[in-house]
């Protein structure tokens, strides 16, 4: 019997000491990494306005909370079904990049909540979508004006998202689906621009080479008349006298027969030894 009292009165500190712990513990909020808190009080002032808490354990007592927000940039894709300009069903798989203001968590609390992708940032990404890629048809937003429609979707989401105390860094169109009839007259279109765009190639180096033909023609002609206005009898004369000359200093020219001309260059020159 003494041993089983003693064993409980060294017990009873432990468990003292245990439950004071576990106390102290369940009257905080750790914080991780890339978060900030809000903090609720819920026998006083409701939320805590003006003060952001930090990473790391926060103490409070039990019935007070803290609400915790990711503050990293988050990545949500969203499959939207949007008209263009001529009525036509698309569907757009489009990313949206966002995160909280940090600094304006406490009011982001108040007026929006924890759940303010769903309440704020879907909602208004689906309206911003319809009402920008209504603006196109869909050749342009299947091919040349995907960058600008994100753009524009990207400029109008951060003049609404920004009055709810959220971030809006990047809005992509990942893809883009258009009826099969649609498509394949795009493809056609394509396809017949790209044959035109062959053609004029062909059609443009064909009238360059013409062109250089036309040069070279015009230079060997122009090349000929100075030729021709150059070329006197006595020019002829002279150079059949050296070309004589030549011919007879050959080792094996033996008689060279000339004809005979008026103007009387030797008939026969004799050069055996």
Known sequence: MRAKKFNQAKLLPLLIILIFMSGIIGCGTQIPSGHRGVFYSKFGDGTEMGRIYPEGFNWHFPWNSMFVYKTQLDERREDLHVLSSDGASIGLEVTIWFR??????????????????????????????????????????????????????????????????????????????????????????????????????????????????????????????????GVTPSLLTWKGIEATEKLAESPNT?????????????VILDTGK
């Open 100 to 229: 909280p203001m940090p600094d304006k968590l406490d009011s982001l609390q108040v007026t929006v909540g924890k759940d303010y992708y769903n309440v704020a940032v879907a909602p208004a990404l689906r309206g911003v979508a319809r009402s920008v890629v209504g603006k196109y048809k869909p050749e342009e937003i299947y091919s040349s004006k995907r960058e600008a429609i994100s753009g524009e979707i990207l400029t109008e989401m951060q003049k609404i998202i920004s009055q709810k105390f959220i971030m809006v860094e990047n809005v992509i169109i990942r893809n883009v689906t258009l009826p099969p009839k649609i498509t394949e007259a795009i493809n056609f279109k394509l396809a017949a621009d790209q044959d035109a765009q062959k053609m004029e190639f062909v059609l443009q180096k064909e009238s360059q080479e013409a062109e250089r033909k036309r040069i070279e023609a015009k230079g060997i002609a122009d090349f000929q008349k100075i030729v021709a206005s």
């Open 254 to 266: 033996k008689i060279i027969i000339i004809g005979k001309s008026d103007n009387g260059l030797p």
